[in-house]
């Protein structure tokens, strides 16, 4: 068999996962879902919180219109509500025609675990934008309002937390040495552990952490000036990045168990993220795509076709094709078809700890 029938099996195998984890869904109750995160996960947030355009090529694929995510298509959240037979989360800070039945989306694209003058949607924001979200569902409740989320739902609901990305990025610009940046990851694990406890003391017993993926695979940190190629891994990503998202999954594995001891009668479920991804990228035509770091909607050509100053939606961006061939969106975020994939491998549980079903939450 030619290597591209190689490539079709593989991508239908994991296609078929992905669809049999949707179709056997087990869940006894209606499931809700709350998310909070930065751009990974954000659907619409940023856009109805800051006014945000992001305009086609934005959202070409699926939906074929622009819907506030940074994507050309679907989020890995967006493929995991798909395998609970959900609508997708309507983000909290949009004013009309929403549907909050099946939870709510906090996430804001580059929102961090520490709130910054340029946005101040961190963590402990969103957390705070949820309990008023409780308290308000609750009162309307009370009230007779029908089709909203009560007690018992805010209680088995899945809580969700996607966040770090922007904390490192920020901690490892500027002059800042490694040690210097790594020196605050501890800072960041704080306010996600505040975030959870805080989830909890509010009812909250089933919890969904995503660690951070490979930074230093991201076209955006691979164009930054360097002397030579001597901080490239094998697989073309910095190093040090790397290393640095390492050291802050580390951290919040061990959290992740300290709290599984220390919170009872809760589950918080650890899921390895950086794997998942590194493997996408190291093995990136067994998958299908034609690159690992080449940007799909951006500016400048190879070796990376990425620009700062002229990103996604810039008229001056060129636009590839076809989506379906790449792991980088625009840089920073991958394609529908990347995360596509990234879902039905977090769906196989082959990446979590402990190793639960993501309906786990809603089949008792």
């Known amino acids: 068999m030619g290597s591209n029938g190689g490539v079709g099996l593989v991508v239908v195998a994991l296609l078929l996962v992905f669809l049999t984890a949707l179709v056997e869904s087990k869940c006894e109750s209606n499931p809700v879902l709350f998310n909070f995160g930065d751009s990974n996960s954000d659907t619409g947030g940023s856009a109805a919180g800051f006014g945000n355009v992001f305009p086609l090529p934005h959202g070409r694929v699926f939906f074929h219109r622009s819907t506030g995510r940074l994507c ?3 989020l890995i959240v967006d493929f995991l509500c798909e395998s ?11 004013s009309i025609g929403l549907n909050f039945s099946n939870g709510a989306d906090f996430a804001i694209a580059g929102a961090a675990t520490q709130p910054y003058s340029t946005n101040p949607f961190s963590l402990g ?3 705070r934008q949820f309990l008023h ?5 609750l009162e309307l409740i009370s009230q ?18 996607d966040i770090g990305q922007n904390d490192l990025t920020g901690a490892l610009g500027g002059n800042s040495t490694y040690d210097q940046a790594t020196a605050k990851i501890p800072i960041f694990i704080s306010e996600i552990k505040n975030a959870i406890k805080t989830l909890y003391a509010n009812g909250g017993k089933n919890f969904w952490i995503h660690n951070t993926g490979p930074l230093g695979c991201l076209p955006e940190k691979l164009s930054l000036p360097r002397k030579d190629n001597s901080s490239l891994d094998p697989y073309g990503c910095l190093v040090t990045f790397n290393n640095a998202a390492k050291e802050f999954n580390a951290q919040l594995s061990s959290l992740c168990d300290e709290l599984s001891s220390e919170l009872k009668d809760a589950t918080i479920t650890y899921i390895d993220i950086f794997a998942i991804k590194y493997d996408i990228i190291a093995n990136y035509t067994k998958y299908g795509f034609e690159s690992a770091v080449i940007v799909c909607c951006g500016y400048g050509g190879p070796p990376y076709n ?5 990103r996604c939606g810039n008229p001056s961006c060129s636009v590839c094709a076809d989506g379906s ?9 991958y394609t529908e078809a990347a995360n596509a994939i990234v879902a039905s491998k977090i769906l196989t549980t082959d990446y979590s700890k402990p190793r639960v079903k993501f309906d ?3 089949t008792t």
């Open 72 to 74: 050309d298509g679907r």
């Open 306 to 310: 990425f620009n700062p100053s002229i």
């Open 325 to 333: 061939k790449y792991i980088s969106w625009d840089g920073v975020h």
């Open 144 to 161: 007779g309002f029908e089709g909203l989320i009560n007690e018992e739902g805010f209680q088995k609901a899945l809580y969700a937390i």
């Open 360 to 362: 786990y939450f809603c």
């Open 125 to 127: 924001t969103q957390v």
């Open 133 to 137: 979200f409780k308290s308000r569902s």
């Open 84 to 94: 609970l037979n959900i609508s997708y989360l309507s983000p909290y800070l949009e």
